[in-house]
């Protein structure tokens, strides 16, 4: 990780390294905390976060899902992550912002109304978060043993930090068995999500991704849809089996980290071509037009610093 200069740490920015917590953080024993993932890419106006509310406003639903106040308005959070990005210099294309609310020190045990709520923002240089050769040629996914959760036992739209630990689980299996990603199914077999991307798939000029029934509502994924009916493909949202995706046509995952990334392997199957499609391709092309600010129809989701 590429260290920055400051954290922003309930109301402070404090040097990176001084930015810590007691080992006896309630979080760190029971799991109860929220995160985002945000990205500010560099535009010919300068740094440009992306649809910057929608995930401030994702986290302040998910701290309260989650049973978390956490002190600070949307607009207060949304102007801390544009200050982190002038006071830290960077020069990079895209940083990477990670705002993160979790209970502190001071009360243990599972009952945690008591445990004070902190709230930390950072911020750094982060690159293709599947690599760059995995952006242009596509990667390997496996599909995992695990499930996601189902909505009887798990919060899957709240963006919890316990949650990671299913798709860390997974993503350590299929990474383990020579591939790049895991993708997960429900607990009825139906695609649900990648381990931290939402997945998608082309099958005949069509464009279909799995509804968010027990998983994350994701904003990429959003942008993506929008993105693709305005340019007049047609979008379906409904489930998917995994036999579906071996014969798909073309395949990519989407999310903040991720962005588009292309599939061309699943299970040993190779997808279309086993390369980068057509129609991936220019969703991809499509898609950093807009975060960098060259697409004026997309340019409200843009928060300039």
């Given at each position: 990780m590429d260290k920055a200069k400051y954290i922003w740490m309930n109301g402070?920015?404090?040097?990176?390294?001084?930015?810590?917590?007691?080992?006896l953080t309630h979080t760190l024993h029971y799991g109860n905390g929220v995160i985002e993932g945000t990205k500010a890419y560099k535009t010919d106006k300068g740094y440009a976060i992306f649809r910057l509310n929608d995930h401030t406003k994702r986290l302040i639903?998910?701290?309260?899902?989650t049973l978390m106040?956490?002190?600070?308005?949307v607009e207060a959070l949304n102007e801390v992550q544009c200050e982190l990005i002038r006071k830290n210099g960077f020069?990079?294309?895209?940083?990477?912002?990670?705002?993160?609310?979790?209970?502190?020190?001071g009360v243990m045990g599972l009952y945690h109304k008591d445990a004070p709520v902190e709230t930390a923002i950072a911020a750094w240089e982060w690159g293709a978060y599947l690599g760059e050769e995995g952006m242009?040629?596509?990667?390997?996914?496996?599909?995992?043993?695990?499930?996601?959760?189902?909505?009887t036992s798990n919060m899957g739209k709240a963006k919890a930090t316990a949650n990671y630990l299913?798709?860390?689980?997974?993503?350590?299996?299929?990474?383990?068995?020579?591939?790049?990603?895991?993708?997960?199914?429900?607990?009825?077999?139906?695609?649900?999500e990648a381990s931290g991307a939402c997945f998608f798939m082309v099958k005949d000029g069509e464009l279909i991704s799995p509804p968010n029934d027990n998983s994350l509502a994701s904003i990429t994924q959003k942008t993506v849809i929008e993105m693709a009916e305005k340019s007049g493909m047609k979008v379906t949202?409904?489930?998917?089996?995994?036999?579906?995706?071996?014969v798909a046509d073309e395949a990519f995952l989407t999310g903040t980290a991720a962005e588009i990334t292309p599939i061309r392997e699943v299970d040993a199957r190779i997808i279309g071509k086993g390369e980068r499609g057509p129609i991936t391709e220019k969703i991809q092309s499509d898609y950093f037009d807009i975060v960098f600010g060259r697409n004026p129809d997309f340019e409200h989701y843009?928060?300039?610093v």
């Open positions: 402070e920015y404090l040097p990176w390294d001084e930015a810590n917590v007691h080992v639903e998910s701290a309260k899902m106040e956490i002190p600070y308005s020069t990079g294309d895209n940083v990477y912002l990670r705002p993160f609310a979790f209970l502190g020190y242009r040629r596509g990667i390997r996914l496996k599909i995992a043993s695990m499930t996601r959760p189902a909505n299913n798709s860390q689980m997974a993503k350590y299996e299929a990474v383990e068995c020579g591939y790049d990603e895991a993708l997960l199914l429900d607990d009825q077999g139906y695609v649900a949202r409904r489930r998917i089996t995994r036999e579906e995706i071996y843009l928060t300039y």
